[in-house]
């Protein structure tokens, strides 16, 4: 039996397996947006029939390497990605670099807010309700998390959009910041920000929290029986010390894992939680491209979707193997 893999082994094997599915994503966003009917061309001509002269549609062919078959097609996309090339954009007319760094920022500072809230609120919730097995907060908490979780993201921020600014006029109804507005200082800046991120935060943290609670409160439930938590009362250990070191800590294994299997669908809602506050991240720029298929918009926003999700899970997995000491020599 040879020697056991070392952390930093482990780690080189993860990267690895980062790498080969980066190299897979790549070919898979160029097959996604030719897969759907129509071409982008056809929708150009479609939205403007009499502008569009032949001779420039037959350019433009050229230009976007759609004169070719699919797999000249393939090396024209990967030749320019390897030169940090994502192509200038059909239906807008500007590189798709300056749209994905108008809109990239506001869909991660969605998702960042989003993720650190939920994962705090459902760890600390999970916690409290397994430690307090049947009494009101845990009836409550099982309670509130079953009715949520079964609602969809897009329906979800629907009622929140009609309950917080429509009805109530709380919050703003979307965007990211006031239009027009002049702020005083940065501080002002940044509270007009955190207003309008509000209630898309809170669509999406509230379904994260819904499908994580119970993770945590049965985890914590089952880990409360085990024998060395028996031994650990015995001896007389505070109950703040045998909640979150003991139990709290076995329960955060498998809510870890949770965050890094949730990360597709953490990405997936925020799309569909932007489309419904209007909000300027790529759930707007995706949309768009869809319906014109612009493929250079497509491709690099599917690419920079993925490598979020992708960069999620490695750093879950990495963090597994440092709460864990079993996992680094797994």
């Known amino acids: ?81 390897g030169h940090g090339d994502l192509g200038i954009s059909i239906g807008r007319r500007v590189p798709v670099r300056d749209l994905l760094q108008a809109h990239l920022p506001w869909t991660l500072l969605l998702i960042g807010a989003s993720l650190a809230l939920s994962s705090v609120l459902s760890y600390l919730l999970g916690c409290a309700a397994g430690w307090r097995r049947g009494r009101p907060l845990d009836r409550l908490v099982v309670m509130a998390s079953s009715a949520v979780r079964p609602i969809p993201t897009y329906a979800l921020a629907s009622l929140l959009l009609l309950g917080g600014a429509v009805t109530g006029r709380l919050l703003p109804l979307g965007g990211a910041r006031t239009p027009f507005a002049h702020y005083a200082s940065p501080f002002a800046e940044i509270a007009d920000v955190a207003r309008h991120l509000v209630l898309p935060v809170t669509a999406l943290a509230s379904a994260l929290v819904a499908s994580q609670v119970l993770l945590v409160r049965n985890t914590m439930v089952s880990t409360l029986g085990q024998d060395y938590m028996v031994l650990a009362r015995a001896k007389g250990l505070p109950l703040r010390l045998l909640q979150h070191r003991h139990a709290g800590r076995n329960a955060l294994l498998p809510f870890v894992t949770s965050v890094g299997l949730q990360a597709g669908f953490l990405v997936g809602g925020a799309v569909f939680v932007e489309t419904v506050f209007s909000y300027p991240g790529m759930g707007t720029l995706v949309l768009r491209a869809v319906a014109s298929r612009d493929y250079p918009v497509l491709e690099a926003t599917f690419l920079a979707l993925a490598l979020v999700v992708l960069t999620l899970n490695l750093f879950v997995d990495l963090l597994y193997g440092r709460l864990d000491p079993r996992a680094r020599t797994g």
């Open 1 to 81: 039996m040879g020697p056991l893999p070392t952390p930093s082994r482990r780690a080189r094997r993860l990267l690895a397996h980062y790498g080969l599915t980066v190299a897979a994503v790549v070919v898979l966003v160029f097959a996604l947006p030719r897969a759907m009917p129509g071409d982008p061309l056809a929708f150009l001509r479609a939205d403007n029939p009499e502008s569009v002269d032949p001779a420039v549609l037959h350019d433009l062919q050229a230009y976007y390497g759609l004169d070719r078959p699919l797999v000249g097609q393939l090396g024209h996309f990967l030749a320019r990605l």
